[in-house]
């Protein structure tokens, strides 16, 4: 049986090689495709849940296919909200110093010894908590929008058909609502995962600080209860980003889209905390590249800035693009995987969603 292309990254090898044939492209993108064929008939022979490593390698080859398009939408939509974040020229550090001296005063008041890891944790916590406020207009709108275009650049490839903005806004003005109010869900789950983890944080250091413990040794429960939060904290920000990707390709939006993400990657957690992980890290290092080479530093004049800024914020841009492409490759992947298995079939939503739109304007 064969599942609808709008839900499988599957593609039939038969009719690509005709449109090869027919189009007569270029040499690169032949041997690339060709490429491809090779894979999905190894994929229909043997289908299985992709691991992490595979999802990268298949995110590689949907960018080598359609190239111009993603490198479009980074240009476009990420790198404006990656430069704002990045400089954090939104931010109010008076309000980052309000903030981090209370969160100081809790910890303080809680047990916990003031050391410089601890005030640099409050400050880069009060940063992200400010920055996240301030800059909740561009999230719901270029960012959000940059995820929609990618998931839609992702289902496009895998149905065989170029990135058509025109088609895209058609698609967007009518699924934005659903992403929009999914949006608002994962940002209540976010705060409110933040919010539990800073109350348990106080009550652990609280209560070993009744019981007599010195405050050098209440770090320590305080750091496994960093360790735990951080580990749930992963999860809900992988079920997060699968839900906007669900948001988009599905009919469904809000908690529904949360809990059909939970289910859809019931036993694939692993390979999502992967993604995550690898994500995380590329982001904060060139994070942190850019707080040490262009706020920190200079050479003379200041002129490095000039270059170093944009070169960091499209290295950003791109690590964003990534992650946003593997969630929706990590979809598609867990959504075949689970359609093969129950022997079940849909049909693409936003294919359905264009023929519908250019129906009633023929009409």
Known sequence: M??????????????????????????????????????VIRSDRHFHSMNALEILRETVRILRYNSTGFMAIAALLICPVTAVLLSNVLVNQSLVKRLTIRLLLVAKSSGLPLRP?????????????????????????????????VVYSVDCTYSRKRFDSSKFFVIASKIWKRIFVTYLWVCMVIAGCLALFLVLLVVVSCMFSV???PSDLILYPAMVVGLIFSIILANAIIICNISIVISVLEDVSGPQA??????????QTQVGLLIF????IGMAFVEGLFEHRVKTLSYGDGSSRIWEGPLLVVMYS?????????????????????????????QPVLEALTISSGSADVQ
């Not at 593609?11 to 894979?39: A, M, R, T, W």
């Not at 005030?119 to 908590?129: H, N, P, R, T």
């Not at 992980?277 to 995380?280: F, Q, R, V």
């Open 2 to 39: 064969e599942v609808s292309s709008g839900l499988n990254p599957r593609v039939n090898p038969v009719g690509l090689h005709k449109e090869q044939e027919e189009n007569n492209e270029g040499q690169d993108l032949q041997i690339f495709e060709l490429d491809s064929v090779e894979y």
């Open 117 to 149: 890891f601890i005030k640099q944790s409050c400050q880069k916590f009060a940063e992200m908590a400010i920055s996240a406020v301030m800059c909740f207009p561009l999230f719901v709108t270029l960012s959000l929008l940059s995820k929609a275009a």
């Open 211 to 213: 019981m007599g413990f």
């Open 258 to 267: 949360l809990l059909r993400s939970s289910s859809l990657i019931k036993g």
């Open 277 to 280: 992980l690898g994500s995380t």
């Open 318 to 346: 791109f690590v964003a693009l990534i992650d946003s492409m593997m969630s929706a490759v990590f979809y598609f992947s867990c959504k075949s995987y689970r359609m093969e298995s129950a022997n079940i079939e849909s």
